[in-house]
């Protein structure tokens, strides 16, 4: 019989996400998917699994799973949480094997938002569109497209493999001092003056910030023409000022389309320190170019999937950098 990880105890914003459902938002669909993509690809990649592979992503709250039926390898990537096997700690980072009866807890710790846990071979759930993800919105993805709770259950598609030890990984990177952005596709919807302001000034992450958007408190933004403009699609990391000036992050679940200007889009090397940043704490902003950008996101990949190859078995995916 295959394992089972059974949710002991949830907090709020503990979904499935994998890498995203797209081709939709013509349909109104957001794509969804992991806020920090680089944990929730280390996540996968520990236990070799496809980097976008379906995962449990657990909020702010931490997550309790345990095992039941067989043993199940899960590849953990929790920057600044705590992780406990039946109350001892283990990596919050790494391979750790659960036993049935055993029990994982991901608990809030010193830094950290966002906390990822893969199992080898996957789980066995039907998609929606194309994906596991689920949108709390849309109500789409697995259990009816609502969040994670306790007594659900997740079926494995594989047992534990010997020939992938449990390891403790390099934990990832701290992100950069400073969030970079591309400018556009309507800096000029704002001054001159206000656009080197929110280079130049530091703003605190607000409590309402969610899956949807990360918003944010600082300097008001001065709109050179009104703050309406024609409805246009939003990318992640769309940095969007609406009409009371303060600007806002468009992050996962972000809608399709919106009507205020977007004065540039965060880099997506640096949407997981962004993402990963607690309420109350302060980002500061910077803008790139394209081409940096893109250097940027390929020198991530290839970090990130050597961190997780670090200690693998024989077959390792050290070097590989697939999307």
Not at 138 to 151: D, I, T, V
Not at 163 to 187: E, K, M, Y
Request: charged share 20%; with cysteine.
């Amino acid at each position: 019989m295959y394992p089972r990880l059974t949710v002991v105890a949830a907090g709020p914003a503990c979904t499935i996400q994998d890498s995203g459902r797209f081709g939709y938002l013509r349909y109104g669909v957001t794509p969804s998917g992991p806020m920090d993509w680089m944990a929730h690809r280390m996540a996968n990649r520990a236990v070799r699994n496809p980097p976008g592979g379906g995962c449990i992503e657990a909020g702010p709250g931490g997550i309790v799973l345990r095992a039941d039926v067989a043993p199940v390898r899960l590849g953990l990537a929790a920057p600044g949480f705590a992780a406990l096997r039946d109350g001892r700690p283990v990596p919050a980072c790494g391979r750790v094997t659960l036993r049935p009866g055993e029990t994982l807890a991901i608990l809030p710790g010193a830094a950290g938002v966002w906390a990822y846990v893969a199992v080898a071979g996957g789980f066995g759930l039907a998609e929606a569109l194309g994906s596991v993800s689920t949108s709390l919105r849309a109500r789409l993805g697995p259990f009816g497209g609502r969040g994670l709770r306790a007594g659900d259950r997740l079926r494995c598609r594989q047992r534990a493999s010997a020939h992938l030890p449990d390891a403790p990984l390099p934990a990832l990177p701290a992100g950069p001092g400073v969030i970079r952005f591309v400018p556009g596709p309507q800096a000029e919807a704002v001054t001159a003056e206000s656009l080197d302001e929110f280079c130049a000034a530091a703003y605190a992450v607000a409590p309402r910030s969610d899956r949807m958007a990360m918003r944010l408190t600082g300097p008001r933004l001065t709109h050179s023409a009104g703050h309406d403009i024609v409805s246009d699609g939003i990318a992640m990391g769309a940095i969007q000022v609406p009409g009371d000036g303060l600007p806002l992050v468009l992050m996962a679940d972000r809608q399709p389309t919106g009507g205020y200007p977007k004065i540039g889009t965060v880099i997506r090397a640096d949407l997981p320190a962004l993402a990963q940043t607690r309420t109350g704490h302060r980002v500061r902003f910077a803008m790139t170019g394209v081409a940096a950008a893109v250097e940027a996101l390929r020198a991530a990949l290839l970090q990130v999937d050597a961190l997780a190859a670090t200690k693998d078995g024989p077959g390792g995916t050290a070097g590989k950098a697939e999307v």
